[in-house]
């Protein structure tokens, strides 16, 4: 039988959402108001039980609150159920029964839930659940009683929501991002394109910047003191656009970070002046090869200087100066800072000098990943107060991944680069032919 149910995805859940949740059995989506996470999980849900082929399949929707969830996704479930024939539906418990090929047997149901009672969901399976808004969901929910329910039917937990603090909803998303089992997903309001420019131009107006911050960009840390980069200076630099003319004769710098692990990656980033164009990312190539995609980038671009993170990039930088690249500085990140009183090493030094470029003048592609890193790291100070940053590692370790591409970009701020007067309209944008047109509005 061929069953169509009256659901039209939005592309977002279309081409990118449906199909991870398809393929992985569990996984996190951080979500902006309005991109639709009930309707487009509890449809997902739907198919699910749809093909489903086990005796008696058991699906939940769970929401922090019955009376929440059942406002919530009851009415969507028995809309976009409705064509399904057969179906059965049971007002009070909140369920649907959809008919399966085991005669005598119950069909496949989908729940609606609250966790306010969560020792009503204890003794029983589950083939799939759905915990919506789980940042205001008790965390013991899961360890204690839904993941073991998953457990012998191999069902599939999706966790959605809006951030609220770092909370469970966030260690569970730096979880995800560090398995490459599930799926991981974090859409800004920026981002996606779903409410347009004018309405979310309003919206900003009408709210609070911590409540624009946490529902519109997804901001987990609005809440913390120690944050060196926010989202909100980093939405304005990729706002923040220059004029041909404004750019043209600035030098070009390039920042490299060489993958250090396994699982890092090799990052190359080209500032010029106040722009920065579009990062290339590799993973899992050699020293020799990222060579040659330096070499590429430095044809490309002409830069006056290359920073390289001399931690993992030795051999880098010695074949590229063996092969007549004279204009190749390694930089240590543990090194002393320039300013030895004020930063503990170089590295803090680097991103603190990023971080006022950012604030002030920088301009930034609209790269997902690379906002994401640059809002991670946290700033302290040591006995002498000097400011430090969180460590590389211990990031990696917290956040599920290592801040390749926003370290990159941080190389470009290593050193100061001095140019003769009558070498710095030599150089045109036309040189620097990108794939980021800083230009485009």
Known sequence: MRITIPYRPRKIWNDVLHPAFDRYRFGVLVAHRRLGKTVGSVNAMLKKALLDEKISPQYAYIAPYRNQAKMIAWNYLKFYASKIPNLKMNESELYIEIPTKHKGAVGARIYIVGADKPDA?????????????????????????????LADRKGFAWFIGTPKGQNQFYEKYRESRSKEDWFSFLFRATETGIIDDEELADMKEDMTDIEWRQEMLCDFTVSAFNILITIDMVEKAVERKYSEAQVRGMPCILGVDVARFGDDRSVIVC????????????????????????????????????????????????????????????????????????????????????????????????????????????????????????????????????????????????????????????????????DYDPFGV
């Open 271 to 434: 500032r010029q002046g106040e722009v920065v164009y579009s990062p290339k990312v590799y993973k899992g190539i050699d020293n020799m090869e990222l060579v040659a995609r330096i070499i590429e980038e430095i044809r490309r671009y002409d830069p006056i200087a290359v920073f390289i993170d001399a931690g993992g990039g030795s051999g880098v930088i010695d074949r590229l100066r063996q092969l007549g690249y004279t204009n190749i500085i390694e930089v240590a990140f543990g090194s002393r800072a320039e300013d030895p009183d004020k930063y503990i090493n170089l590295r803090t030094e680097m991103w603190h000098k990023m971080a006022d470029w950012i604030r002030r003048t920088g301009s930034l592609p609209n790269d997902p990943e690379l906002k994401a890193e640059l809002t991670v790291v946290e700033y302290g100070f040591d006995n002498a107060d000097r400011r430090k940053l969180k460590k590389k590692e211990d990031i990696k370790k917290d956040y599920g991944a290592s801040p390749d591409i926003a370290d990159a970009v941080a190389l470009t701020f290593a050193h100061q680069v001095v140019i003769a007067k009558a070498d710095m309209y030599n150089s045109s944008l036309t040189r620097c032919n990108t």
């Open 121 to 149: 969901l204890r003794g029983t399976y589950w083939d799939g659940v759905i915990l919506d808004e789980y940042a205001q969901i008790k965390p013991e929910l899961w360890g204690e009683i839904i993941r073991p329910a």
